[in-house]
């Protein structure tokens, strides 16, 4: 009988997940290593509740664009050389991943797990979790016919989800959004795709997980985890020993030295990406726009425009490389000419949890009976957070509930990253 859940990380997806827990009746305690509302990926990002862009980050050519791009420190992708035995076998895997079959089979997984994504966030406001939440559409716009048809191939089976993307001219796009250059030839039109302020959504969850009697432990990094054979009793967190009946391992990208130290690492690596705020007005945006061939996002909030950008490989750490905020201002600038290339911007900088297949790893923790996992949302942790919360309370919940998830569940299982000789984890 579950009747007490501990979960490691108050990001988006720790957060949604004791969210929902508690709804479901459970006593749950979350533990995080930082303050409050610290999480970094979970408030960084840019903030993209996108069905239509349900794609595994591994996809056919990517590794050959990122190598093309190793020389310029200012692209969107980024391998960074590392010698350290994890990145190299990380890459090894996503190598692995990188064809049609592999990247088709992650569409489809990833589309049936965000197929009920909107009703979800919705159900959030009715729950009186309240947040910036913009439903005005999302433009995916392009300066080359040829980027424009890989994105339409790639966005054409979320119909099956609901999620449509109109092609557009030009001018047509301009119609929809004049700050736009001339230099845009065409674009999709997203309407049903939507955005939040990040900061809003995880400071608000947690609100209302405090509503719903949640215990937060801040500031307490989980340094230790107590068995006894196969079941974990406690974790220990800075002065705390922590027991629970479940424990839910969403650490964001120390997802993977944590579920080492419960018997079974892994291969969560960092995926880092930039941005920047711009509160200069400049230019006013009502769409989130995605500027294609920059691969950068550009979010209109409520009092300032966001841009992220960039999947740096290698790097775990938050130092700013100034080259990498240089590329995407300069990419802002290229697309809507208003927006100045200079003063340079401030900027942050947050890491995502990546998988080597590219699909987040949702459910049991193999070799532990009672530890489910909950991370490796690469690209989509915000978009993904509901949707992975209910399968982790289908999980829970046992009986025909689980049966009926299991099929959306499979492919995120983190069985898949377990040797056929049950110790080692396989990267691929
Ligand atoms: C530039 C950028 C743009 C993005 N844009 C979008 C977007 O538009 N839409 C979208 O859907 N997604 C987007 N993402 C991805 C999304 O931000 C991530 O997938 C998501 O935030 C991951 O959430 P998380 O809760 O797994 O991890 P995190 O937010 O990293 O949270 C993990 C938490 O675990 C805690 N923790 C770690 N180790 C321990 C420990 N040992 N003990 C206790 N606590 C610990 C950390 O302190 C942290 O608070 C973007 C990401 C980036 C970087």
């Not at 509503?211 to 800075?238: D, K, P």
Request: with cysteine; charged share 20%.
């Amino acid at each position: 009988m579950t009747d007490s859940a501990v979960i490691v990380g108050a990001g988006v997806i720790g957060l949604a997940i004791a969210h929902r827990l508690a709804r479901d009746g459970l006593a749950v305690t979350v533990v995080d290593a930082a303050g409050r509302g610290a999480a970094k990926a979970s408030v960084h990002n840019a903030g993209w509740i996108v069905p239509i862009m349900s794609a595994p980050v591994p996809a056919p050519g990517m590794l050959g664009k990122a190598l093309r791009w190793m020389a310029r420190r200012d692209s969107p992708l980024y391998v960074r050389p590392s010698p350290r035995p994890e990145h190299v076998r990380f890459m090894i895997g996503m190598l692995r991943h990188c064809n049609r079959r592999a990247f088709e089979c992650g569409v489809e997984a990833l589309a049936t797990l965000n197929a009920r994504t909107l009703q979800l966030f919705d159900e959030y406001e009715k729950d009186g979790i309240r947040f910036e939440h913009h439903r005005a559409g999302q433009l995916l716009v392009f300066t080359t016919r040829h980027t424009m048809d890989e994105y339409r191939l790639a966005t054409a089976p979320m119909e099956r989800i609901g999620h449509i993307a109109v092609p557009l001219s030009g001018d047509e796009l301009r119609d929809l959004e004049p700050a736009l250059g001339k230099q845009v030839l065409a674009g999709l039109h997203c309407p049903q795709e939507r955005h939040v302020d990040p900061a809003s959504l995880v400071r608000s969850l947690e609100d209302r997980c405090r509503e719903l009697g949640v215990r937060f432990l801040h500031e307490s990094r989980v340094t230790g985890i107590r068995s006894s054979g196969r079941i974990v009793t406690s974790v220990f967190a800075g002065s705390h020993e922590v027991p629970g009946d479940l424990f839910v391992l969403a650490a964001g990208v120390h997802t993977g030295p944590l579920s080492r130290l419960a018997g079974h690492p892994l291969p969560v690596q960092p995926g880092k990406g930039y941005g920047f705020d711009d509160t200069s007005g400049s230019v006013t945006l009502r769409h989130s726009v995605y500027l294609g061939e920059a691969k950068v996002a550009v979010t209109p909030l409520a009092d300032r425009l966001r841009f992220a950008g960039t999947m740096e490989f290698g790097s775990s750490d938050a130092t700013i490389d100034r080259r990498r905020l240089r590329g995407i201002a300069g990419s802002a600038h290229a697309y809507l000419p208003d927006f100045p290339f200079e003063p340079q911007p401030r900027g942050w900088t947050g890491l995502r949890p990546m998988t080597p297949d590219g699909l987040p790893v949702i459910g049991p923790l193999p070799g532990k009976d009672n530890v489910l996992v909950a991370s490796g949302h690469s690209m989509l942790g915000v978009t993904l957070a509901p949707a992975t919360a209910d399968l982790i309370s289908a999980e829970v919940a046992g009986g025909r509930r689980r049966a009926d998830a299991a099929g959306t569940a499979l492919p995120f299982s983190p069985q898949r990253f377990t040797s056929r000789r049950g110790r080692t984890p396989a990267v691929g």
